[in-house]
Structures are given as C-alpha cells and as structure tokens.
C-alpha cells in the first residue's frame, strides 16, 4: 500500500475540483471515526481518498471499464448508474491500483449501499461519506449528532435516510441497502 500523499495524486486526475475536495474531506472524516471507533486510521484515511475515484467517469466509460473488468451487474444495479461508480472503484483499486487490502476493497465497495454484517472500517466509510465537512444536505447536522452517538445510531439514521429518499423518488432500491437496513433497526430500534 502506498501512502495517502501518492493515492490523493493518483485521484486528482480522476476528479473535479468539487469531488476532489470531497475526497480529501471523506478521508478527514474517515480518520476522526477511526480514531474514536478504534478503526484503522490509515486504512480509513486511503479508504476515503479513493472511495469515489470513479464517480466522474462518465456512465458510459463507466459500463465499458465493467465489462473489462467481467463485472456482472443484477437488474437493479443497471438501473441504477449511481451504484456503478462503488462497484467499479473496487475492480479499479484492486486490478490498476494493485491495492490487495480487503477491508479497503470492501469499504469502497459497499460505500454507496452499505450490506448486512458490515466491518468497522465499512461502517466507518458510509458514514464519513454522511458527515464529511464539504456536506451540507438538510439532516447533516442530525447526521453528525449520530455519528458522535455510536456507529450503530449513525447507520441507523444514513440508511432511513437514503431509503426514504430513494423511494420519495420511486427509485429502486438496492438488496444490500434493504438487509443493512433491517439489520440494524432489528438490532438497534426494538
Ligand atoms: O458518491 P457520493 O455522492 O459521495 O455518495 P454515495 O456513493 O453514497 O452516492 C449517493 C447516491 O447513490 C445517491 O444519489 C443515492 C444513490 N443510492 C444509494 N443507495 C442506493 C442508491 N440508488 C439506488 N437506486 N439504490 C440504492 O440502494
Ligand atoms: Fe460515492
Ligand atoms: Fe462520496
């Protein structure tokens, strides 16, 4: 693994000025949950400054470099190309990059859904995602109140947020989001 200075390099290229800076903020975000949750803090730090190296790649290119990648995608992943980006940015990390770090790998790859049973270090990125300092969405600042709870009100509040929001749109909503959904209210809320 290379040092955070060599990946926010590497990014740069990939990324607006507005993603970029979102990036560097994820990774700041990253690192404070890590430190307070005792997660790996370089770990979290890299993890945030790679998780959305895709998400400027525009969809078409996107679905090219899956292919190359022998990316199969489900139905509701086709339809929604805003998932593309977690997807791809794993396949991209691991084949060019030659990152090997599964929880890196898993943290970029569910940073977008979330999944049921997920790692520390995948929690700490969905929710960094949530919270970071460039953020400023109605709810933030609930999302951050969370956040300085627990890991688990934090979910909690970032997966009842996004499903409402999905389906206020009749958007489909991803199986991996459903199950992390379930698991932590069941676990959590009753
Ligand atoms: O990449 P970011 O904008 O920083 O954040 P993100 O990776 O969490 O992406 C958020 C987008 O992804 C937002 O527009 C909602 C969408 N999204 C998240 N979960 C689902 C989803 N879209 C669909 N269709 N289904 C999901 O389960
Ligand atoms: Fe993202
Ligand atoms: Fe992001």
Not at 22 to 50: D, M, P, Q, T
Not at 84 to 100: D, M, P, R, T, V
Request: charged residues 30%; proline residues 3%.
């Amino acid at each position: 693994m290379k040092d955070l200075e060599t990946y926010k390099s590497i990014i740069r290229p990939f990324l607006g000025e507005k993603r970029f800076y979102h990036s560097v903020c994820v990774s700041e975000a990253a690192v404070e949950l890590a430190k307070k949750y005792g997660a790996n803090e370089e770990k979290a730090a890299v993890a945030g400054i790679l998780h959305d190296i895709m998400k400027d790649t525009p969809s078409d290119e996107q679905l090219k470099m899956m292919t190359r990648y022998d990316i199969i995608l489900s139905d509701v992943e086709r339809r929604a190309p805003k998932l593309w980006h977690a997807i791809l940015g794993e396949a991209y990390l691991e084949q060019e990059l030659k990152i090997s770090d599964h929880d890196i790998l898993d943290a970029v790859r569910y940073h977008t859904t979330a999944r049921a049973n997920m790692s520390l270090l995948e929690k700490v990125l969905f929710i960094a995602d949530f919270i970071s300092a460039d953020r400023d969405y109605t709810g933030v600042e609930n999302m951050r109140r969370a956040a300085k709870v627990s890991l688990e009100e934090a979910m909690v509040e970032g997966l009842t947020f996004n499903i409402k929001d999905l389906a206020s749109g009749y958007k489909p909503i991803h199986p991996d989001t459903i199950s992390a959904y379930n698991q932590v209210v069941v676990m959590y809320k009753s």
